[in-house]
């Protein structure tokens, strides 16, 4: 009876902590930004892209430039949407104000970030328009599109929680944005061979394993691999985890 009581506090409180971040997203101009540039980005890169890697250029019916594309893009962008989360609740004095509510930090972290990854996944729902157009354009393999679009969603998440980790540990949301770049490019340059050799090792080694695009190349290509589901959630949680444990010494 205690443990469901625990669990029905805790939706509701989360789901209070949820509605008011993600309300923030369409009353700000940080969300209309967001949303504006990467959706102009995402779309002029796919159809008319750099170089010869374009839409028109591989005159076929694939998603293939688009999931090549946005997890560079989450790079420079997702960090632009986690950057406040915390930092600025700190540096405006609103974390006092949050710590004196009956609310776990766990509630904290967890309504923040799922209100960050919804409005993500709002902002992608809009995407669907292009491979709308390709289907009419030609055929289409929508399994291997609904693949590539969850993979980019749980990719989205993962990238979102370690920006959400590395918001508590600054006071100002340029400190924030920066550092969740550096990290993000960190996480997502582990999957390339260059890379690893710059650091002194090969793609076989284990620091490849926490790559986050090395684990999307099998979304990407149209499979669905649990092992790769499982690693997502598993690093969302651990961000997460990280996010509370460093809340919670700020009290």
């Known amino acids: 009876m205690k443990l469901f ?53 591989l005159k076929s019916a694939s998603m293939e430039t688009y999931f090549l594309w946005v997890p560079i893009l989450y790079v420079i962008f997702i960090p632009a949407l986690s950057m406040r989360l915390w930092s600025e609740e700190e540096r405006s004095g609103t974390l006092e104000i949050l710590f004196s509510l009956p609310l776990r930090d766990s509630e904290l972290v967890f309504g923040k970030f799922f209100a ?57 949301q340029i400190s924030s944005y920066l550092l969740g770049l550096i990290f993000c490019l960190f996480f997502f340059l582990l999957g390339y061979r260059p890379f690893l050799q710059f650091l002194g090792t090969s793609p076989g080694t284990k620091i490849s394993f926490f790559s986050l695009s090395k684990h999307f190349e099998s979304f990407r290509l149209g499979i669905l691999d649990g092992r790769e589901i499982f690693f997502y959630l598993s690093f969302i949680l651990l961000s997460l985890y990280a996010n509370i444990l460093t809340l919670r010494s700020k009290r």
């Open 5 to 57: 009581e625990y669990f029905k506090t805790f939706f509701y409180n989360t789901t209070t902590v949820f509605w008011k971040e993600f309300s923030v997203y369409f009353n700000s101009p940080v969300g209309t930004i967001f949303a504006s540039f990467f959706l102009f980005l995402t779309s002029f890169l796919f159809f008319f892209g750099l170089g010869d890697g374009s839409f028109w250029d």
């Open 116 to 172: 960050a990854w919804s409005f993500l996944g709002f902002v992608l729902s809009f995407t669907l328009l292009i491979p709308g157009t390709i289907f009419y354009l030609g055929d289409l393999d929508l399994g291997t599109v609904a693949a590539g679009y969850l993979g980019i969603f749980l990719l989205g998440g993962a990238d979102l929680a370690l920006g959400s980790f590395i918001s508590t540990l600054t006071k100002d």
